[in-house]
């Protein structure tokens, strides 16, 4: 989980990371206190605030993360105790507040990211949902895939710069022996080219090198 304090009392933000670095959550969590800037806001999963509403959302404005992803940023914000109206959106703690009260909020944020992720798979500017089936391109354009389409793309995710070959999705997706004589696979990608092609706007995305087929990584954008 990475986790940034923006606060104009340095000496708050520098006791808090310093408790949050010390704090040692369950197995298999772990925070991580990044040094904030606007450019590295993308890398975040939770900022933490003893900024006002006002002050916070003008901050927040000043970034140029794309609204729906930084809607997925958790915030938590820090209020006076006399502070009772709350907007809605975010997580708020009233001082005076203790460390563990911070950790018992982070831990479920903690547990929706993994469930998250691993429901999610993510190439650059390439989001796939895979319980829904659907497929997002930069946050904007979407298409929903069948269950065949869905396996093929998976596979092709998965297999990263190795591509994968025919015979691999035949023996993976439809449990057939690869050297069966079908054009199931050749009918399903010609619909999923298509269907990407049609949808998301975006020419030669699946690409076949010398009988591997891969995702075009000039159109996927870098990897995460």
Do not use: C
């Not at 040692?24 to 040094?35: A, I, L, N």
């Amino acid at each position: 989980m990475n986790l940034a304090i923006i606060t104009s009392n340095i000496l708050f933000g520098e006791s808090l990371k310093t408790l949050l670095e010390n704090y040692k959550f369950r197995k298999g969590r772990s925070v991580v206190v990044k040094d904030f800037t606007l450019e590295n806001i993308e890398d975040l999963d939770v900022l933490v605030s003893d900024y006002d509403s006002t002050k916070f959302k003008e901050f927040l404005s000043n970034t140029k993360m794309q609204k729906n992803k930084l809607k997925e940023i958790e915030k938590i914000l820090i209020t006076q105790k006399r502070f009772e109206l709350l907007p809605k959106g975010n997580i708020y703690l009233k001082r005076p507040f203790r460390i563990v009260e911070l950790v018992e909020v982070l831990q479920p944020i903690f547990e929706r990211m993994k469930s998250k992720r691993e429901n999610n798979k993510v190439l650059g500017y390439i989001s796939f949902i895979i319980s829904d089936r659907k497929l997002i391109y930069k946050d904007k354009q979407a298409v929903l895939l069948t269950e065949k389409e869905s396996d093929i793309f998976v596979s092709l995710l998965n297999s990263e710069d190795r591509g994968i070959t025919k015979e691999e999705v035949m023996s993976k997706v439809w449990m057939l022996n690869p050297n069966i004589e079908t054009h199931t696979f050749e009918t399903h990608l010609y619909r999923l080219r298509k269907k990407i092609k049609e949808g998301l706007i975006l020419n030669d995305f699946i690409i076949n090198k010398e009988g591997r087929f891969y995702l075009n990584h000039k159109l996927t954008g870098e990897k995460n």
